[in-house]
């Protein structure tokens, strides 16, 4: 089983739609959590980080559910902008200074007018 | 802004050849990481370092090595390269204090093709 899972998708949705993705984690111990942007042919990106009692930046909201081990991210009125993949990414325990990440697949998102 | 690049951004090598790929952070930051990125399976952690001269094994170490003699430069090693190395490699830095110890930046990647 993966450490980290994401549907690879894609989710073609129009503009304007609102689109959510799901990631789940197989370690329990996990401690942090954060989503990761990666357009084509470019580097990942940090999207927003993943707190206990979820967090919103803009369009973005993000949400942690530790007992079902699994974090999601919505994006509300989508742009044409926001196609990419999305990663999701889990630190599974505090690794001392070097704070080792595990990614997942990621899922991509095509926005179409 | 921090900035960490990378040697090429297209290498294409051949079979047994010995391959360096260096990465580069300004920001002097504490941890680099050597990824590869491969379609279905995400980034992988071949090896990372915390400090000058340290490194430790990621998830998929078995013919890589890596180099760190500077806190700016960690250097990836294929010392016989193969066909199942053609892959997509990023480097990254992060800090280990501050207000974002977790945010990983990456370098812009090195597609290497073995043939």
């Known amino acids: 089983r993966k450490e980290v899972e994401q549907d690879p998708g894609p989710f073609n949705v129009p503009e304007g739609a609102t689109v959510a993705f799901n990631c789940t984690y197989s370690n329990s111990a996990s401690q942090s959590f954060f989503w990761y942007r990666q357009d084509c042919r470019k580097e990942p990106k940090l999207l927003m980080s993943v707190y206990s009692s979820g967090n919103e930046d803009g369009r973005f909201t993000a949400q942690l559910n530790r007992a079902s081990q699994y974090i999601s991210l919505l994006i509300r009125d989508s742009k044409l902008s926001d196609s990419a993949t999305y990663l999701c990414v889990v630190n599974p325990v505090f690794s001392g200074g070097y704070n080792k990440l595990i990614f997942g697949a990621g899922t991509r998102l095509a926005v179409h007018p | 802004d921090v900035k960490v690049t990378q040697s090429s951004r297209y290498l294409v090598k051949r079979t047994g050849e010995k391959v360096f790929l260096e990465c580069v952070q300004d920001?002097?930051?504490?941890?680099m990481f050597w990824y590869r990125q491969d379609p279905g399976l995400g980034l992988r952690l071949i090896y990372f370092?915390?400090?000058?001269?340290?490194?430790e094994k990621g998830d998929i170490p078995e013919g890589y090595s890596v180099s760190r003699e500077k806190k700016e430069r960690f250097s990836l090693i294929l010392k016989s390269a193969s066909t199942n190395q053609t892959s997509m490699y990023l480097c990254?830095?992060?800090?280990?204090?501050?207000?974002?110890?977790?945010?990983?930046?990456f370098g812009p990647g090195t597609r290497l093709t073995v043939t």
């Open positions: 990254a830095s992060s800090a280990t204090a501050g207000s974002s110890p977790h945010e990983q930046y």
């Open positions: 920001m002097d930051h504490e941890n």
């Open positions: 370092s915390y400090d000058v001269k340290m490194k």
